[in-house]
């Protein structure tokens, strides 16, 4: 048996991440969601880790309140530490039995504190307070709390709705300020775009001479963005390429540990578990890390702990895709060479992957090339499967399968005008030459990464086994390298320079 890749509880759903990092430990709290009817409360669950590999599940954390307490669902929040190295968790409290003035139910920001380090926490319900006067009752939400030294006190960061505005574009960073963290006062909005429905999880953290903020939000995309400044003050400015992962990687929030930068968000689960299932809140957790370019701008992919976990190597090799219409590839060893001036081709493994890998391979890609990228769980002749793929002309990389839906019963009914699934496009630069592209698959869930930057998280629900293809489209791309990672049994540690120890695979006749 191996450990799982990416964590869940056993019977629920991690939802939003609250992240607390000391003495080296990742406190990683989470909304426990559970499904079922009647709807149960929701509690902040914790797990533990100090290698972003194996996860200790701790259970209850924060419980939920009773059936007519504010804090019937205990949501999003933040955790902090003072002086005398009390820990302070802030929270939403919320209870659909209770309405604000909206008529909806009432957002409430709460209180608890630990002095035992973090083991148990003692509510302070006179703390509690809600909405100022110009935002809605029924959006006051996420508290993020974090020490101000230049301004000698503390600011809370509030997810938050003005009262009027068009209805779709009153979200708005709302913004107190305390010096004992027990009384708020309400200051000027923190960030007021008047561009959002809303803005979920806000953070904002400092990192060398930048400072960034980062939010969710579900009004043009369902993901997670940031926005970055010279001052905590701003003015915020937008980044060419501003969100962290696609459609299915939400709400992530981020701590540091020397020097690093790690985001912990959710991957979505789908209704039915099947590829056409709409989206649901809550899925299993996913660890990004973020990369500081030295423009300020940040790249995201794997944490090196992750990948370096793959320490068995398997050997692969490739036949072509359609023998009787395509030249034989030249797969007698590394490179593979992938050439098609106006058509297609494939090369196909002969073995089946397993449930759990991680997949590197280089493209070299000639100037011109429509398209290139992986297929998974493909069938032999690379015609059934998932698909990332390349786009260097469209600057883009996304996430596609086939068959796609049938429409009818006519040949062309096959939903031939959807290119891709459309939640799941990553904008990236490709020019001419070599770009590696990731994947680590375990079960259902699947993270692809390009050149260490550019990350697209989703579900492989309906195909649960198959092959590695490689292709090309409209051009040509050579594959300098192809290696497969498995992970050991649980029983053995990661070796760390596991990474390094992945050779490429030759694609042997």
């Not at 629920?12 to 989470?30: C, K, N, R, S, T």
């Not at 380090?117 to 974090?146: C, K, L, N």
């Not at 809140?281 to 990004?288: D, E, N, P, Y």
Request: hydrophobic share 40%; with cysteine; net charge negative.
């Amino acid at each position: 048996m191996t450990e799982p890749v990416f964590f869940r509880p056993t019977d629920a759903w991690v939802g939003d991440v609250i992240p607390w990092q000391e003495d080296g430990v990742f406190h990683l709290f989470y909304l426990h969601e559970v499904r079922r009817t009647p709807k149960p409360g929701t509690p902040w669950n914790l797990i533990t880790t100090t290698d972003l590999v194996r996860f200790d599940d701790r259970g209850v954390a924060l419980a939920a309140g009773d059936d007519d307490a504010s804090d019937f669902n205990a949501y999003t929040g933040s955790i902090v530490r003072d002086a005398d190295g009390v820990h302070h968790l802030f929270y939403t409290g919320q209870n659909p039995r209770r309405l604000g003035d909206d008529g909806l139910p009432l957002q409430l920001v709460m209180h608890a504190t630990s002095v035992d380090g973090m083991a148990t926490w003692q509510r302070h319900p006179e703390h509690t307070f809600g909405a100022s006067i110009r935002y809605e009752t029924a959006d006051w939400r996420d508290p993020f709390v974090f020490r101000d030294e230049e301004a000698g006190l503390w600011r809370m960061l509030i997810a938050a709705r003005h009262v009027g505005g068009p209805e779709r574009r009153r979200g708005v960073i709302a913004q107190c300020v305390s010096h004992d963290l027990a009384s708020w006062q309400p200051v000027e909005p923190f960030w007021d775009p008047r561009r959002y429905i809303t803005h979920e999880c806000p953070e904002v953290f400092q990192w060398g001479d930048w400072w960034y903020l980062v939010y969710s939000e579900f009004s043009e995309s369902f993901t997670t963005r940031y926005r970055m400044a010279r001052s905590l003050h701003g003015p915020w400015r937008v980044p060419e390429h501003d969100s962290l992962d696609g459609r299915a990687y939400y709400a992530a929030k981020s701590a540091e540990r020397d020097g690093r930068r790690f985001f912990f968000g959710w991957i979505a689960s789908r209704d039915g578990a099947r590829d056409d299932g709409p989206w649901l809140w809550a899925g299993t957790l996913s660890v990004l890390e973020a990369r500081q370019n030295p423009d300020g701008t940040l790249a995201f992919g794997f944490p090196a702990e992750l990948t370096a976990s793959f320490t068995e190597m398997q050997s692969i090799g490739f036949d072509e895709a359609d023998e009787d219409e395509l030249p034989p590839a030249a797969i007698g060893g590394t490179p593979i060479e992938l050439r098609a001036h106006d058509g297609y081709r494939a090369v196909v493994s002969r073995e089946e992957l397993p449930s759990a890998f991680h997949a590197a391979v280089t493209f070299d890609i000639a100037a011109g090339t429509t398209e290139c990228g992986v297929l998974l769980r493909s069938s032999a002749d690379g015609d059934e499967g998932y698909v990332i793929r390349l786009e260097p002309k469209r600057h883009r990389m996304v996430f596609d399968r086939w068959p796609r839906p049938r429409t009818g019963d006519g040949q062309w009914e096959v939903s031939g005008d959807v290119p891709y699934v459309i939640e799941l496009e990553r904008p990236c630069h490709l020019p001419p030459g070599e770009h590696t592209l990731e994947v680590v698959v375990d079960g259902d869930l699947c993270v692809a990464v390009l050149d260490g930057r550019v990350t697209l998280s989703t579900r492989l629900y309906d195909r649960p086994a198959g092959r590695l293809g490689l292709f090309v489209g409209e051009g040509a791309a050579v594959v300098t390298g192809c290696r497969i990672g498995t992970r050991p049994d649980a029983e053995s540690a990661p070796d760390e320079t596991g990474a390094a120890a992945l050779v490429a695979a030759s694609a042997t006749t």
